[in-house]
Nanobody, 121 residues
């Protein structure tokens, strides 16, 4: 339970938009919190945005007003709409699910493989 697969990264010009998707596979009864982290070259991984299964959200200050996180709980999928992209948004973006409840009970800290987002002219 709980394999995360991301899609939607790529190369975009400054000011452009991208939408990332992350789907959790397997028999899943509930996912507590899903979110997006990013890691730029030479920097630590940081939280971008997260959302609980009841809709509470949390955003990094650097993306507030530009990025929007959403979830489809029925599809065990989380999205990240990224608008007004800047070169400093360039990073590998990772999907995370903090707790997943399935046939094996609760399992913790699931990560996707990462998807590259490059913002450059």
């Amino acid at each position: 339970q709980g394999q995360l697969v991301e899609s939607g990264g790529g190369l975009v010009q400054p000011g452009g938009s991208l939408r990332l998707s992350c789907a959790a596979s397997g028999r899943i009864f509930r996912i507590n919190e899903m979110g997006w982290y990013r890691q730029a070259l030479g920097k630590q991984r940081e939280l971008v945005a997260s959302m609980t299964d009841n809709g509470d959200t949390n955003y990094a200050d650097s993306v507030k007003g530009r990025f929007a996180i959403s979830r489809d709980n029925a599809k065990n999928t989380v999205y990240l709409q990224m608008n007004s992209l800047k070169p400093e948004d360039t990073a590998v973006y990772y999907c995370n699910a903090d707790r997943i409840w399935g046939p094996a009970g609760w399992t913790y800290e699931h990560w996707g493989q990462g998807t590259q987002v490059t913002v450059s002219s």
